[in-house]
T-cell receptor, first 115, second 114 residues
C-alpha cells in the first residue's frame, strides 16, 4: 500500500545535539511538507518542497533544515539552534503536477522530546 | 493574510446526537477548503474537501460540510455521532493551488459521552 512513513515514532534530543527526522513516501508525489504541532496551536509549516533539489521556508523555519535529494525522501533536521524543539512533527505529501487540487496526505508523526 | 478560525476549542456531545463543528476562513478568492481528523498520537486523515461546485460536500465516516460564501464558513456536520468519532478536528484553507500550502485552524477536540 502507498503511504508516508515517518521514523522514528519517538525521539529524544540532548542539549546541543542535532537530530534528523525521516520522512519517506511511495505515493510518487511531487510536493512534500513538514509541520510542527503544539497543543492548542494547530499545525505550523516549517519547510516545503515542490520538486527535487528545491525547497522553501515556511512560517517557522528558524532552527530547522531540510534536504530533498530524492523525490520520495524529505528529511528534517532539528538543529541545536532550535531552543524549544519539543513537539509533534508531521510530514505530508501532495500530488502536485498531475492535479493541483489534490489534498495533502499525512504520515503518523514523530514526537520529539528534550532529555 | 489568509486565516482560519475554529471558534470552539472543545466540544462534548452525547453518542447519537448531532454534531456541528464551526470553521470560518479569511480569503479573497474562492478558497480550497479541507477538514481533517486526528486521533491521539496519529497523523491527519482527510474527511472531505471543497474546491467548487455543489456547496454541500460529502465525506468519509458519514461527515458532510457546507460552504457558505456569504458567511465565510465551512462547517462540518454529522447527524449521529459515534463514540469512535472522538478526536481532534482541523479545518484548513489552501493558500494557492500551485504551492499546495495549507493554513490550519487551531483545531476542535470532540469528546463523546456514552
Amino acid at each position: 500500500d502507498g503511504g508516508i512513513t515517518q521514523s522514528p515514532k519517538y525521539l529524544f534530543r540532548k542539549e546541543g545535539q542535532n537530530v534528523t527526522l525521516s520522512c519517506e513516501q511511495n505515493l510518487n508525489h511531487d510536493a512534500m511538507y513538514w509541520y510542527r504541532q503544539d497543543p492548542g496551536q494547530g499545525l505550523r509549516l516549517i519547510y516545503y518542497s515542490q520538486i527535487v533539489n528545491d525547497f522553501q521556508k515556511g512560517d517557522i523555519a528558524e532552527g530547522y533544515s531540510v534536504s530533498r535529494e530524492k523525490k520520495e525522501s524529505f528529511p528534517l533536521t532539528v538543529t541545536s539552534a532550535q531552543k524549544n524543539p519539543t513537539a509533534f512533527y508531521l510530514c505530508a505529501s501532495r500530488n502536485h503536477w498531475r492535479d493541483p487540487n489534490q489534498p495533502q496526505h499525512f504520515g503518523d508523526g514523530t514526537r520529539l522530546s528534550i532529555l | 493574510a489568509q486565516s482560519v478560525t475554529q471558534p470552539d476549542i472543545h466540544i462534548t456531545v452525547s453518542e447519537g446526537a448531532s454534531l456541528e463543528l464551526r470553521c470560518n476562513y479569511s480569503y479573497g478568492a474562492t478558497p480550497y477548503l479541507f477538514w481533517y481528523v486526528q486521533s491521539p498520537g496519529q497523523g491527519l486523515q482527510l474527511l472531505l474537501k471543497y474546491f467548487s461546485g455543489d456547496t454541500l460536500v460529502q465525506g468519509i465516516k458519514g461527515f458532510e460540510a457546507e460552504f457558505k460564501r456569504s458567511q465565510s464558513s465551512f462547517n462540518l456536520r454529522k447527524p449521529s455521532v459515534h463514540w469512535s468519532d472522538a478526536a481532534e478536528y482541523f479545518c484548513a484553507v489552501g493558500e494557492t493551488s500551485n504551492t499546495g500550502k495549507l493554513i490550519f485552524g487551531q483545531g476542535t477536540t470532540l469528546q463523546v459521552k456514552p
